[in-house]
């Protein structure tokens, strides 16, 4: 075999194991969890006594969690939002919830220039349940990585 072939496919040996490589440390996970209250709400209380806890897990460009809540009625809807404790902020992601029992679970699509965001920054953004009676916000609670 001619050095030039030897150095030809050398060359493209590595050029596969970079590339390789590359892509398995891409996907990230960012663990995260919030203790949510309607005394957490900015502006208008949500229902007295209502809690809830999100737990979720940020992988690549998905975002898996599990909300439970209590002391709701008929919740709506459920979002990530960006904004400190004191502020209301934009939603930013739609968890796309199915509440059934005092519970919603699901995995949904997440950007990756957001999954980087709220991984260096989770406080900076919230969970937040919306029901009628309080559609601008019924519980909600800043996120925290674990």
Same mark, same amino acid.
């Given at each position: 075999?001619?050095?030039?072939?030897?150095?030809?496919?050398?060359?493209?040996?590595?050029?596969?194991?970079? $590339?390789?490589?590359?892509?398995?440390? =891409?996907?990230?996970?960012?663990?995260?969890?919030? $203790?949510?209250?309607?005394?957490?709400? *900015?502006?208008?209380?949500?229902?007295? #006594?209502? @809690?809830?806890?999100?737990?979720?897990?940020?992988?690549?460009? @998905?975002?898996? +969690?599990?909300?439970? +809540?209590? /002391?709701?009625?008929?919740?709506?809807?459920?979002?990530?939002?960006? /904004?400190?404790?004191?502020?209301?902020?934009?939603? *930013?992601?739609?968890?796309?919830?199915?509440?059934?029992?005092?519970?919603?679970? =699901?995995? *949904?699509?997440?950007?990756?220039?957001?999954?980087?965001?709220? =991984?260096?920054?989770?406080?900076?953004?919230?969970?937040? *349940?919306?029901?009628?009676?309080?559609?601008?916000?019924?519980?909600? #609670?800043?996120?925290?990585?674990?």
């Amino acid at each position: 075999m001619g050095n030039r072939r030897i150095a030809t496919l050398t060359a493209l040996t590595l050029v596969g194991a970079v $590339a390789g490589t590359g892509a398995a440390v =891409a996907a990230t996970t960012t663990n995260l969890t919030a $203790a949510l209250s309607a005394s957490k709400e *900015v502006g208008n209380a949500g229902p007295t #006594g209502a @809690k809830g806890t999100f737990v979720g897990t940020i992988s690549g460009t @998905k975002l898996c +969690y599990t909300l439970k +809540y209590s /002391g709701l009625t008929k919740p709506l809807a459920a979002h990530i939002h960006k /904004g400190t404790a004191t502020q209301n902020g934009s939603i *930013v992601l739609d968890l796309k919830p199915k509440f059934s029992n005092g519970k919603a679970a =699901a995995c *949904v699509p997440i950007k990756s220039t957001l999954a980087s965001a709220i =991984a260096k920054n989770p406080k900076g953004y919230y969970a937040n *349940v919306h029901t009628q009676k309080n559609p601008d916000g019924a519980i909600r #609670g800043q996120l925290a990585a674990h």
